[in-house]
T-cell receptor, first 109, second 115 residues
Framework: EDKVVQSPLSLVVHEGDTVTLNCSYE??????LLWYKQEKKAPTFLFML????IEKKSGRLSSILDKKELFSILNITATQTGDSAVYLC?????????FGKGTHLIIQP | GAVVSQHPSRVICKSGTSVKIECRSL??????MFWYRQFPKQSLMLMAT?????????EQGVEKDKFLINHASLTLSTLTVTSAHPEDSSFYIC???????????FGPGTRLTVT
């Protein structure tokens, strides 16, 4: 059975801090690892990772995949209150996506 | 716990036919189910929200007569794509939420290809 585990489940930090969110996966016929940010209605796509060791960056967010150790991290530097959200990671395999339960990130002013 | 399944995982159909996708919560009662559509490397687009026993609430721009949603029980919701066209080809994902925790648990998705 495919499994994606995210940690921590919840995280509260102060504005300006740097956070690292973790995602480990066991996905049959693994193809890609996706990160989403969910604030209100629908998850917003952040990154898709397919290759190990290559960092993807978008502004203050960055992510990297380790296909040997089967995990990915999402880094957010200089956090802002607008970064408060649930961050989801999903492993893409042959039969679709397996989502983790998400990390609920709260940024305090 | 909190497993959501979708069936089928992949379906190919001819233009003009209808396709039904099932979303089931396997070990909890889903008072609310959400249906999303995703294009490659894009955000999930919320199509509709359905509460058990009541009519679904569709997002703006989503045709309710084309995407029929039924949430007849606390463990099953179905999405029927009626008179499917090639532009309906996409990855459809459902999620389910229970009354207690309010977290969303996502299904694995269904890839629809309309030829």
């Amino acid at each position: 059975e495919d499994k994606v585990v995210q940690s921590p489940l919840s995280l509260v930090v102060h504005e300006g801090d740097t956070v690292t969110l973790n995602c480990s996966y066991e996905v049959t016929n693994f193809r890609s690892l996706l990160w989403y940010k969910q604030e209100k209605k629908a998850p917003t796509f952040l990154f898709m990772l397919t290759s190990s060791g290559i960092e993807k960056k978008s502004g203050r967010l960055s992510s990297i995949l380790d296909k040997k150790e089967l995990f990915s991290i999402l880094n957010i530097t200089a956090t802002q209150t607008g970064d408060s959200a649930v961050y989801l990671c999903a492993g893409g395999g042959a039969d679709g996506l397996t989502f983790g339960k998400g990390t609920h990130l709260i940024i305090q002013p | 716990g909190a497993v959501v399944s979708q069936h089928p995982s992949r379906v190919i159909c001819k233009s003009g036919t209808s396709v039904k996708i099932e979303c089931r919560s396997l070990d909890f009662q889903a008072t609310t189910m959400f249906w999303y559509r995703q294009f490659p490397k894009q955000s999930l687009m919320l199509m509709a929200t359905s509460n058990e026993g009541s009519k679904a609430t569709y997002e703006q721009g989503v045709e309710k007569d084309k995407f029929l949603i039924n949430h007849a029980s606390l463990t099953l919701s179905t999405l029927t794509v009626t008179s499917a066209h090639p532009e309906d080809s996409s990855f459809y994902i459902c999620s389910a939420s229970d009354r207690v925790v309010h977290e969303q648990y996502f299904g694995p998705g269904t890839r629809l290809t309309v030829t």
